[in-house]
């Protein structure tokens, strides 16, 4: 099954947990996985990797360094990337479990956290429920990068993510629009969790 049947198919079963028809694009996958790095053995962390548009390019900058772990609660998802990237850690769980998923694997800090989830469909405790467990999990220069769709960006879940990136992180970049995806997205750089 292509990535595209297989997102139609999950997105028409739960259309809020999956909140997208297709999966991401090469462009804005360029954009959110940027903050891996190039060198070193780096602890990346996936959040909502769905069928793993992300997950190839951070595969290709790692070039089989470091340790990638993929949180999806979705088990279809989850099934997918394994079987399709034998070098990825997948753990079926909730984005909100990512404190206890690193710590059963004795790595209590992600250098870089990536994420696919669909924060306009969640409630304000979950959206900062997530993030406090990204802020917790980062190193002190570790880096945070996710994305919202253009044409929801003045929804109140997607304000409220805003806010909670800026309260969250002392450092919110926010890229430059990705048309080339479908939908259009923003990416949101973050660095520097607040303590």
Not at 5 to 23: D, H, L, Q, Y
Not at 96 to 106: F, K, P, Q
Not at 112 to 130: K, N
Not at 168 to 194: D, I, K, S
Request: with cysteine; proline share 8%.
């Amino acid at each position: 099954m292509s990535d595209l049947a297989a997102f139609a198919s999950e997105f028409v079963r739960a259309p809020m947990a999956v909140a997208s028809v297709t999966p991401s694009g090469r462009a804005l996958t360029q954009q959110v996985t940027s903050p891996v790095p190039a060198s070193g053995d780096p602890v990346v962390v996936e959040l909502g990797p769905g069928t793993g548009a992300f997950t190839q390019a951070i595969q290709t900058r790692l070039a089989g360094r470091g340790h990638h772990l993929a949180i999806e609660l979705n088990p279809r998802f989850a099934t997918l990337l394994a079987t399709r990237f034998p070098q990825l850690e997948v753990v079926t769980a909730d984005a909100r479990e990512l404190i206890t998923v690193l710590a059963t694997r004795a790595r209590p800090h992600a250098d870089v956290i990536v994420s696919g989830l669909p924060w306009a469909a969640f409630e304000r405790t979950q959206q900062q429920t997530v993030l406090d467990a990204v802020a917790q999990a980062l190193t002190p220069t570790g880096a945070f990068t996710t994305f919202a769709y253009v044409h929801a960006r003045w929804t109140p879940p997607a304000r409220r993510l805003r806010r909670a990136l800026h309260d969250t992180f002392e450092e919110v970049v926010l890229g430059r629009t990705v048309w080339a995806n479908l939908p259009p997205a923003l990416v949101y750089h973050c660095r520097r969790a607040r303590t």
